[in-house]
């Protein structure tokens, strides 16, 4: 067994008890790369092979520890089985193979990440995928990495979050769609930079999150900031810049971005008012936010209100992102000329839904 295996544990994650297959049987067959999502833990099997018993060749149990090996059977795991390549044999320095085998973990680990921000399109949650390991059988180089992605929900809790198996096949679908999105955010894996402690590599993949151009891996790095925090606050000034991404708006943010995502995603005429007052509210913690206030809306409103309003304009930014990623046209590049033609096309909508607005 000549391979390179990565795996990816997943947290706060109830799933059906099953593995579900994320390379088509072609691939597969053709490339002899096996992927699967699992909550099947040991008894999981790949090509005839108990993955229990593959574990223990590979002495796993021993290399990350009793207690991250107990964790990673009981909880979901993403896997992928892979042929060794020539320059799997090739590195004449540790160092090498470490950025070697660290790009190739950072791009599973990626995609595990687009899962995790699937299901959070999906409904409000906090899948974890912090821990993530690749072994190879033949040089029997092995790497236990870790990245900082740890998440709250939108009451800035940790929970677990339960799917169903219709729920788990659609967010396999939108993680490829997001998956490609990240593609296209011009982060260069070979540049993240990384650290070394205790036989743990820790990745510093915020610091290269700074020169994305276009809109929708922008407004996933907002997202993805609003995931991390606890600060329900914090959260909702996130959730404005995240909304502010697709929509292109320069002006008057509050009352633009109110009734665009009013006029895009509202049913009915009660709850398009609605929107807006919440989108209004959530502008008026963001100003207080951004200038070191305790929020003015506290003085007149409990924190449950506050997390109301969070949990709403989560649920917002959830319908908008699950409508704007089917039209590829709206993910503008970062110039005049782009900005300005989606920013009419939302305008528009805005426009034609309130005109005694405008």
Same mark, same amino acid.
Not at 60 to 69: A, C, H, L, P
Not at 127 to 132: D, H, P, V, Y
Not at 172 to 200: A, F, P, Q, R, T
């Given at each position: #067994? ?6 990816? =544990? ?16 072609s ?8 992927a699967?999502l ?9 090509k005839?092979v108990?993955?229990? #018993?593959l574990?223990?060749?590979m ?17 979901? /795991? ?13 590195f ?18 990626? #995609?595990?990440?687009?899962?995790? *921000? ?13 821990? /993530?390991?690749?072994f190879?059988? #033949?040089?029997?180089y092995h ?6 992605s740890?998440?709250?929900?939108? =009451? ?9 198996d219709?729920?788990?096949? +659609? ?10 999105i ?31 151009t276009k809109?929708?891996?922008?407004? *996933? ?17 996130? +959730? ?6 697709? /929509? ?16 895009y995603?509202?049913?009915?005429? +009660? ?23 305790r929020?003015?809306?506290l003085?007149s409103?409990?924190?449950?209100d *506050? ?27 970062d ?12 305008m ?11």
């Amino acid at each position: #067994m000549d391979m390179n295996i990565l795996i990816n =544990r997943i947290d706060n994650l109830e799933m059906p008890k099953k593995s579900y297959k994320l390379i088509n049987d072609s691939i597969e067959k053709e490339n002899q790369i096996f992927a699967y999502l699992t909550y099947l833990g040991k008894e999981l099997q790949i090509k005839d092979v108990k993955i229990e #018993m593959l574990f223990k060749l590979m002495g796993v149990k021993d290399i990350i520890g009793s207690i991250k090996y107990d964790s990673l059977l009981k909880n979901p /795991f993403f896997i992928a089985i892979m042929p060794s390549e020539d320059i799997d044999f090739s590195f004449k320095r540790k160092k090498e193979m470490d950025r070697h085998y660290g790009i190739k973990s950072m791009i599973f680990n990626n #995609m595990v990440i687009s899962f995790s *921000l699937a299901v959070r399109f999906i409904k409000d949650s906090c899948i974890n995928s912090t821990n /993530f390991y690749l072994f190879n059988t #033949m040089n029997l180089y092995h790497s236990d990495n870790n990245r900082n992605s740890g998440t709250t929900t939108s =009451r800035g809790e940790i929970e677990s979050v339960k799917l169903n198996d219709d729920e788990v096949e +659609y967010a396999i679908k939108l993680m490829y769609e997001i998956y490609g999105i990240l593609l296209e955010s011009n982060i260069k894996i070979s540049d993240i930079e990384s650290s070394h402690y205790k036989n743990i590599t820790n990745w510093e993949v915020d610091n290269s999150m700074n020169n994305i151009t276009k809109s929708f891996p922008r407004a *996933l790095k907002h997202l993805q900031r609003a995931r991390r925090t606890g600060d329900i606050s914090d959260k909702i000034s996130e +959730y404005c810049s995240v909304l502010e991404c697709p /929509f292109s708006i320069k002006k008057d943010s509050a009352k633009n971005i109110g009734n665009i995502t009013a006029a895009y995603i509202g049913n009915k005429n +009660y709850e398009v008012l609605e929107i807006k007052e919440d989108i209004k509210q959530a502008y008026g913690i963001r100003s207080d936010d951004d200038h070191g206030q305790r929020a003015k809306y506290l003085k007149s409103n409990s924190t449950e209100d *506050l997390d109301k309003i969070a949990r709403k304009t989560d649920d917002y930014v959830r319908r908008v992102f699950n409508k704007v990623i089917k039209d590829k046209g709206l993910n503008y590049e970062d110039t005049i000329e782009d900005k300005a033609r989606v920013r009419k096309f939302f305008m528009d909508k805005a426009k034609g839904n309130f005109p005694s607005e405008y």
